[in-house]
């Protein structure tokens, strides 16, 4: 339960949420294990919907899915954020510019990149989002059509760190006390 992990004064999840709140988020939909006590525990206080995820070994389009159904009925959207609880350190402006991207390109799959290393989250058009219901991996869908995917390089690590291992999570908690420490230094807010 790497998600639930502390890094700083908060759980790995949470920074993720507050992050997409931040940035202006509309409704935003957590998709959790079967521990879901833990992850309310974790969410308390955040507006977002959680659902869980009792298929073991799923996909994550079969999260995606989940998460989708949640969403009411009628309720309008041009777009789809896809975010990976387990890259935490995405940054709001971050957020902020893959939003504008996709109001200038509607059309487009959005993925950011750091240094042409692509990362997380992807935003995915509302008028593809039928198709995340006939495929077996997001990927599938990136995959199609090239040509209908944009990559936007961004100056944030947060992107491509990805934590799977126990020394991507102390990469993270560094890369977190790193950007603590400028923003506590007067270097700017991060």
Known sequence: MKQLLPLGNKPVIRHGVDALIAAGVGDIVV??????RNY???LEGSRVQLVVNEALGSEMADSVRLGLGTLAAGNSFSGLLV????HPLVQ???YRSLIRRHHEE???III???KSRRGHPTLFPAQIIS???SVTSLRDIVREDPGRVLLVDLPDEGVVLDMDTESDYRAAGKLYDARESL??????HV
């Open 31 to 36: 998709v959790c294990g079967a521990d879901r």
């Open 40 to 42: 309310d525990e974790a």
């Open 83 to 86: 975010c990976l609880a387990d």
């Open 92 to 94: 709001v402006a971050t």
């Open 106 to 108: 509607p059309d487009k």
């Open 112 to 114: 950011p990149a750091f």
């Open 131 to 133: 198709d995340i219901f």
């Open 183 to 188: 923003q506590w230094s007067g270097g700017g």
